[in-house]
């Protein structure tokens, strides 16, 4: 198996179409970085109502308590219509660029969500020249596919990843999918594909090896 360095990362980006997707996607990765160092995250979600966009702030705040500087945005996008606003979304993402980012974490490309696979596409497209790392939702839809890059977590950091979560989102306990299971089992068998306990899977469309 080969181990790739992804380092510490002094500014990162991360998008999410909707409230809890960052956190799903990425939450441990993000946890686990920040614990490392001096990091900037600049948090963008595309879409919530009144209920949603309190929940993400108050999630992005615990999840990024460690972040030297943090900028969390929510935006009114409409849910799950991100197709026929591509425009706007695209002019949304191109405004980012003065970020900087040395790394972007967004949706998968393949993902069978509209929204996410708009998000995937226009982060592509706006950030050709940076690295991307899509992550995945597990959801009904059933779209997983076993991604080509893994971040290992410890148990501690998979388990507050998935305590955060849970607590940040009461309004989604209701979904039948949203639970601790079905979040630590993705991690567990993640972990289980590069001999680690627990993992984050990402897609890499492409990369450069320096």
């Not at 990024?64 to 929510?74: C, G």
């Not at 507050?160 to 039948?176: C, G, I, N, W, Y």
Request: charged share 20%; proline share 4%.
């Amino acid at each position: 198996m080969q181990t790739l360095a992804l380092g510490q990362p002094q500014t990162i980006l991360c998008l999410g179409a909707h409230p809890d997707d960052i956190e799903i996607g990425c939450g441990g990765t993000l946890l686990s970085l920040l614990a490392q160092g001096n990091t900037r995250v600049h948090w963008h979600v595309f879409s919530g109502n009144e209920v949603r966009r309190t929940e993400a702030h108050q999630s992005a705040q615990a999840f990024l308590s460690n972040a030297s500087q943090a900028q969390v945005e929510v935006q009114r996008f409409r849910d799950s219509y991100f197709p026929d606003q591509w425009s706007d979304i695209k002019q949304y993402i191109e405004s980012l660029r003065d970020c900087q980012p040395d790394v972007v974490f967004t949706h998968f490309e393949n993902d069978r969500h509209q929204d996410h696979r708009v998000l995937a596409e226009l982060t592509q497209c706006v950030f050709r020249n940076h690295l991307i790392l899509q992550y995945e939702i597990p959801k009904y839809d059933g779209d997983l596919v076993s991604p080509n890059l893994m971040y290992p977590l410890s148990t501690e950091i998979s388990r507050t990843k998935v305590a955060r979560l849970l607590e940040a989102f009461p309004s989604q306990h209701d979904k039948h999918w949203f639970c601790e299971e079905l979040f630590l089992g993705l991690l567990r068998i993640r972990g289980a594909e590069i001999a680690a306990t627990y993992a984050e899977g990402f897609h890499l469309r492409k990369g450069r090896l320096a």
